[in-house]
């Protein structure tokens, strides 16, 4: 099973949107709609952001959006805030088993 | 409060073997499949295993064979058994539960590290 594929690094101003794409295929991404996110700052454990494609966990910030088209989901943070800079990982349930994609580091700049 | 602890990483050599352990508390150990993730310096999540409700396990094929997941209700444990350790095996390794019937994870460890070297 083949890492997700996402893009290294994105990066916005504070109060910007920025988008990040999780491109699989209809073995895993496109074939079920449970497609999670999660944040992970350095040296702590990855927290839920985003599952079951669009919802939010409660707790976690309306600014953090979901969505997916066909074998690609994205993660939307709109408004950024410096508290966001981190690392993202996309994650799917792929039939008995989970792949998590490759990883995007954010900077707010 | 939920939580889970990892304990039992440690410096292994390359073909040894070593037990990680998973204590649970906080909720009701036995309605929630748990799994282990692993995170190699500086990359990203692996998906290692699964131990379910229903005691089903399953893994990925860079483990299958080689690691076993196991399960102690009565303890509110998750153990990992690492066997034929190689240096690609190197990684923080998180415990972390899934949510309630859905395949996703909704609480984590705060992981152990295992360094597989000679």
């Known amino acids: 099973q083949s890492a997700l594929t996402q893009p290294a690094s994105v990066s916005g101003s504070p109060g910007q949107s920025i988008t990040i794409s999780c491109t699989g295929t209809?073995?895993?991404?496109?074939?079920?709609?449970?497609v999670s996110w999660y944040q992970q700052h350095p040296g702590k454990a990855p927290k839920l952001m985003i599952y079951?494609?669009?919802k939010r966990p409660s707790g976690v910030s309306n600014r953090f959006s979901g969505s997916k088209s066909g074998n690609t989901a994205s993660l939307t943070i709109s408004g950024l805030q410096a508290e966001d800079e981190a690392d993202y990982y996309c994650?799917?349930?792929?039939?008995?088993?989970?792949?998590f994609g490759t990883g995007t580091k954010v900077t707010v700049l | 409060e939920v939580q889970l602890v990892e304990s039992g990483g440690g410096l292994v050599q390359p073909g040894g073997s070593l037990r990680l352990s998973c204590a649970a508390s906080?909720?009701?150990?036995?309605?929630?499949?748990i799994h282990w993730v692993r995170q190699a310096p500086g990359k990203g999540l692996e998906w290692v295993s699964v131990?379910?409700?229903?005691?089903?396990?399953f893994y990925p094929d860079s483990v299958k064979g080689r690691f076993i997941i196991s399960r102690e209700n009565a303890k509110n444990s998750v153990y990992l058994q690492m066997n034929s350790l190689r240096a690609e095996d190197t990684a923080v390794y998180y415990c972390?539960?899934?949510?309630?019937?859905?395949?996703?994870?909704?609480?984590w460890g705060q992981g152990t590290l295992v360094t597989v070297s000679s």
């Open positions: 972390a539960r899934e949510a309630l019937n859905n395949n996703w994870f909704d609480s």
């Open positions: 994650c799917s349930y792929a039939g008995s088993s989970y792949v």
């Open positions: 131990f379910t409700t229903a005691s089903n396990t």
């Open positions: 079951d494609v669009s």
């Open positions: 906080g909720f009701t150990f036995t309605s929630y499949d």
């Open positions: 209809s073995s895993d991404v496109g074939g079920y709609n449970d």
